[in-house]
């Protein structure tokens, strides 16, 4: 797959790391067909964007059910852009931080 031009650039893709060998974003493979080294993901911007985007996030922000419960889809323009209402969770982010004082004593850290 060649990027052209703004016009025909994919909303998401992946790149190979170390040849630059694009492939189409549902790819299944982990790696590159060419030199076998990762991919990585890649999105253009965001249609929104700055003040706009962050109130969408805030707004987000607490949702106690569905899948915008999960800390990572709440920036969902930003995670995966295509996704649209094929979200699957298994409610990942929104883990509390939690004091542990033996582990503290062991990283030998105050808190």
Request: net charge neutral; proline share 11%; charged share 25%.
């Amino acid at each position: 797959m060649t990027i052209e031009s703004a016009s025909t650039l994919p909303r998401t893709w992946q790149v190979c790391l170390r040849c630059g060998h694009e492939v189409p974003e549902r790819n299944p493979s982990p790696r590159c067909e060419k030199c076998r080294d990762l991919l990585e993901v890649r999105h253009r911007p965001p249609d929104q964007t700055g003040a706009r985007l962050r109130a969408l996030f805030d707004a987000r922000c607490g949702v106690p059910i569905g899948p915008l419960a999960s800390g990572v889809w709440r920036f969902r323009e930003l995670v995966l852009p295509t996704v649209g209402d094929g979200i699957v969770s298994h409610p990942e982010g929104n883990t509390p931080l939690l004091a542990r004082p033996v582990l503290s004593r062991w990283a030998e850290i105050d808190d």
